[in-house]
């Protein structure tokens, strides 16, 4: 293999938006027959809409975004993100500006906890609610099941052990997520995808943008294994994320791809970067990584 021509395909790369780590990486590039995506903030936008809420307890609307969003400005998880701003939106005029939240502990792929006020509150997954033992109402799983046949992503809060609301979230699919999805296909790999979310809202944006096989409700830890399951079954895998909690997964991948509008951390993790969020990136990065190749032999 000649360098000279591997840095002018890592040196086109960077023309088109594609960060390539070193000329080692299109080497791995090669011969992938499944791409693994992950859903929020690569398939979807990631700007996650407070779309709906539910108080319970000695809790009304008002009160309960105050607390959740006062918790939820110290995590930068989608999620959080349109909790807070809903929260800032609705309260902040009226209420002057959100509590600093105390002890605060991101809970990765599950929620976070904290003090608010004096008040310990919880928001995450209802199996997070379930690791502090928080008495759920059974009205609560009539709720969670409507909201994530819609294809929303609800989460449960509880303040001071007790249930008191449930917050739904809702993203939207990226513009050209389904016409990269089918560019992907096209180039041979095999689309899955991969989310710690629920399946419901997995299921909806994988039929949105034409994947079949989903993955769904993955903590961190489950997507390594996901990607490692898929390798062990002779599949070479190309992952793409931008999340912290995607990091580990990029890392076990054939060919990690972060994308350039997510974290640093899964940046770090990656093999390439590709700077605008836009999912056909990373179909341009894998046909320029090949035709690279094929230049030098
Ligand atoms: P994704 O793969 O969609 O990025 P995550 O692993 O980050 O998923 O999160 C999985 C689930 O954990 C979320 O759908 C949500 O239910 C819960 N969760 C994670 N972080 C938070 C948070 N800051 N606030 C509320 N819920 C959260
Ligand atoms: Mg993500």
Do not use: C
Request: charged share 20%; proline share 3%.
């Amino acid at each position: 293999a000649t360098p000279t021509a591997l840095l002018v395909g890592t040196g086109r790369g960077a023309q088109l938006g594609i960060l390539i780590k070193g000329p080692e990486v299109l080497e791995s590039s090669r011969g992938i027959t499944t791409v693994i995506l992950d859903k929020t903030g690569t398939v979807t936008t990631g700007a996650m809409q407070l779309t709906a809420l539910h108080a319970a307890g000695q809790w009304n609307d008002d009160a309960l975004l105050r607390l959740a969003g006062a918790l939820e400005s110290g995590s930068e998880h989608p999620v959080a993100r349109a909790v807070t701003n809903a929260a800032r939106e609705s309260l902040g005029s009226r209420q002057g500006t959100l509590p600093v939240p105390e002890d605060f502990t991101n809970h990765q792929g599950h929620g976070v906890s904290g003090r608010v006020e004096g008040h310990r509150v919880l928001i995450g997954r209802r199996r997070f609610m379930d690791s502090f033992g928080v008495a759920l109402p059974g009205e609560v799983d009539g709720l969670l099941e409507r909201a994530e046949t819609l294809g929303s992503t609800p989460v449960l809060v509880a303040v001071d052990g007790e249930f008191a609301g449930v917050l739904i979230a809702a993203d939207t699919v990226k513009e050209t997520s389904a016409q990269a999805v089918q560019q992907l296909k096209a180039l041979g790999m095999q689309p899955v995808l991969l989310t710690g979310d629920n399946y419901g809202a997995a299921q909806q944006v994988a039929a949105e943008v034409g994947i079949d096989e989903v993955i769904a409700e993955a903590l961190p830890q489950d997507k390594v294994d996901a990607v490692a399951r898929l390798q062990g079954q002779g599949r070479t895998v190309a992952m793409v994320g931008d999340g912290v909690n995607d990091a580990a997964a990029l890392a076990q991948a054939d060919l990690g791809i972060a994308m350039g509008t997510g974290t640093d951390v899964a940046m770090e993790a990656a093999d390439i970067t590709v700077i605008r969020g836009d999912l056909r990136s990373v179909g341009d990065a894998v046909r320029l990584s090949r035709r690279t190749l094929r230049t030098i032999r």
